[in-house]
């Protein structure tokens, strides 16, 4: 089955640290890879998303390249900030034909200090 | 442009009880699904309807979980009985086709004690 494994948190960082939060995926066909992000008391976001190998999703400074090789879909961000605290989520979906649901890893806390 | 809606935002109920949630996806779109997310980790589908029908439910506890979308835009999801396991998030999705970007609503907490 389809299935995502993602670094477990919490990650601590001080503010303008450099950020990487690791994320691999084990699927059948080609799947589309999402990073989402839940702030404290909200839903789900879209952080940012690539639907194919070698594409790379960027969105408010994070970024994420699709790593076919390596199974890969790491998140980084060059320079945190303490509104970047939340819990981010690596997911795929693979449209089958028969519904294209999101299978998402356990989430990472990230907390950035002063 | 409004995002999904969902109520109530907390329900606490006792075990055996019964309990419903409401959802509102965005305007206009066809594809709605309901997740199960359990403290400390990432959220489950547990189905999903295109307008009104059903397209996953593979999931869906059908012995005590219930959803409907009656007319392709709300939709409820019902817990009867409830049990303790059953404590977690509630999401609801939308996304414009099968295979767009899902857009999540805020979620219901649910404690079953």
């Known amino acids: 089955g389809n299935s995502v494994t993602q670094m477990e948190g919490p990650v601590t960082l001080s503010e303008e640290a450099f950020l990487t939060i690791n994320c691999t995926y084990t699927?059948?066909?080609?799947?589309?890879l999402f990073w989402y992000v839940q702030y404290p008391g909200e839903g789900l976001q879209l952080l940012l998303k690539?639907?194919?190998?070698?594409d790379k999703g960027s969105n408010k400074g994070f970024e994420a390249t699709y790593r076919k090789e390596t199974t890969s879909f790491h998140l980084e961000k060059g320079s945190v900030q303490v509104s970047d605290s939340a819990v981010y989520f690596c997911a795929l979906t693979i449209n089958t034909g028969g519904g294209n649901k999101l299978t998402f890893g356990t989430g990472t806390q990230l907390k950035v200090e002063l | 442009e409004a995002g999904v809606a969902q109520s109530p935002r907390y329900k606490i109920i006792e075990k055996r009880q019964s309990v419903a949630f409401w959802c509102n996806p965005i305007?206009?779109?066809?594809?709605l699904y309901w997740y199960q997310q359990i403290l400390g980790q990432g959220p489950k589908l547990l189905i999903q309807?295109?307008?009104?029908?059903?397209?996953?439910d593979s999931q869906l506890p059908k012995d005590r979980f219930s959803a409907e979308r009656l007319k392709g835009v709300d939709s409820t999801l019902k817990i009867q009985p409830a049990k303790l396991e059953d404590s977690a998030v509630y999401l609801c999705a939308s996304s414009s086709g099968l295979t767009d970007t899902q857009y999540f609503g805020p979620g219901t907490r649910l404690t079953v004690l």
């Open positions: 309807f295109q307008n009104n029908g059903v397209v996953d």
């Open positions: 305007s206009g779109h066809a594809t």
């Open positions: 690539a639907t194919k190998a070698d």
């Open positions: 699927a059948t066909g080609y799947p589309s």
